[in-house]
């Protein structure tokens, strides 16, 4: 028997196994193509009898305005009646003074470990706040880098690679393996702890009672402040919802400050005026902690006023028709050209408007922080400029 014949035979025969194999295979595939586009000719021509090219630029033209509409109504189903109680300038004043305040505190505080949170050490203190006591501060748990380490990482976080490019990420990590810290490559990490810092104040004098909230200082807030999801207010007295409010606002209110506003205002008398108020991140708290509040405490509740300055967006419609028969004394001051009070959008993943009656100036600095820091809003309210009457403005776009 010739093996070599044996062996050209069986691969003669395997290749043509493999090549009837492969004509089949390119057969079936061809004929799948040839099917599908038939079938998209068919769909097509039948496309084709309903397709109208002046439609479709007319949608594309006119799909901006009808979306500004679309929005127009989303706020106007949430218009905020004028409240029982006049917009009072003074109070305003002496409102974005220690809305000011609040930053300097948590700048020094942040910056001088030893510092306890006494107003009366601030750069901007004025005498006419001598006649208020200090109730609390609130404090948070902040994130701060101290310094680039060389450490011995666990094989385990290696294989995630994602980890060593988060510094956070990893810290976190390494605190959930300090027991398998034995094997790995040595790499530069940054190290951080938890700081205590501050918040905000509560304040009480013979005539009032002031509770203030700063505004945003650090990257993390910020994402706070964008995290754009909803989720439920709940009514303790009810266990119903009175609308949906911003996620990230929510946890940080819940999350971070300490103590609980509810808890705080307790120490205060129920009988005396109290205003609620802050700027940017300190706005959104202060709107959705007065509402805690006045909920949790109706012997309080005909005494709040909330006045929160360049405040994002904080909840969809049916909270702010809620929130205006609980508290129907709220204010809220805009800087026109401020693009914070523009957030959330109307509508994005969800449906977004403002609460309170707004008082609004404008001063355009040529940037975002400019038009947006605090000491922009209180130049203009000291200059009592800010105004609730409706505004004409040459070439607004606005019909």
């Known amino acids: 028997m010739d093996l070599n014949a044996d062996k050209i035979n069986r691969r003669h025969f395997l290749m043509g196994g493999v090549a009837a194999g492969s004509a089949a ?57 004028a409240p029982p109680i006049p917009y009072n300038r003074e109070i305003s004043k002496r409102l974005i003074l220690l809305s000011r305040l609040a930053t300097q505190q948590y700048i020094t505080g942040r910056n001088d470990p030893t510092y306890d949170g006494n107003l009366q050490q601030l750069f901007d203190y004025d005498k006419s706040l001598d006649k208020y006591r200090l109730v609390t501060n609130f404090r948070g748990q902040e994130r701060q880098v101290n310094d680039t380490v060389e450490i011995q990482i666990p094989q385990e976080l290696i294989d995630d690679p994602t980890l060593i490019n988060n510094p956070t990420a990893l810290e976190d990590g390494l605190s959930q393996t300090e027991d398998v810290i034995r094997t790995g490559v040595t790499t530069a990490v940054s190290v951080g702890r938890r700081i205590e810092v501050f918040f905000g104040f509560l304040l009480e004098s013979d005539d009032d009672s002031i509770l203030v909230f700063r505004g945003t200082q650090r990257t993390s807030e910020w994402i706070g402040n964008i995290y754009a999801v909803q989720q439920d207010y709940i009514d303790p007295n009810t266990d119903q919802p009175i609308g949906r409010i911003h996620t990230g606002f929510r946890r940080i209110a819940d999350g971070i400050i300490n103590p609980l506003a509810v808890d705080a205002v307790r120490q205060i008398n129920p009988n005396k005026p109290c205003y609620v108020s802050g700027h940017s991140l300190g706005a959104a708290l202060a709107t959705i902690l007065a509402l805690d509040i006045a909920l949790a405490m109706p012997t309080l509740q005909s005494q709040l006023q909330v006045y929160v300055y360049a405040t994002p967006r904080v909840g969809n419609p049916n909270f702010s028709r809620s929130y205006a028969q609980i508290l129907p004394n709220s204010y809220r001051i805009t800087n026109l050209a401020d693009p914070i009070p523009t957030m959330p959008p109307t509508r994005l993943r969800a449906e977004f408007v403002h609460i309170g009656e707004e008082w609004a100036f404008l001063s355009q600095g040529g940037d975002i922080l400019p038009n947006h820091i605090v000491d922009t809003y209180r130049r203009a309210i000291n200059a009592e400029v800010e105004s609730n009457q409706g505004r004409n403005f040459p070439l607004s776009g606005l019909a």
């Open 25 to 81: 295979t390119f057969g079936t595939e061809s004929m799948r193509r040839q099917r599908a586009a038939e079938r998209q000719a068919m769909i097509d021509a039948y496309a084709a009898q309903f397709y109208n090219p002046n439609d479709i630029i007319q949608a594309a033209v006119t799909g901006d305005t009808r979306m500004v509409e679309e929005f127009r109504a989303i706020q106007d189903s949430a218009a905020f009646p």
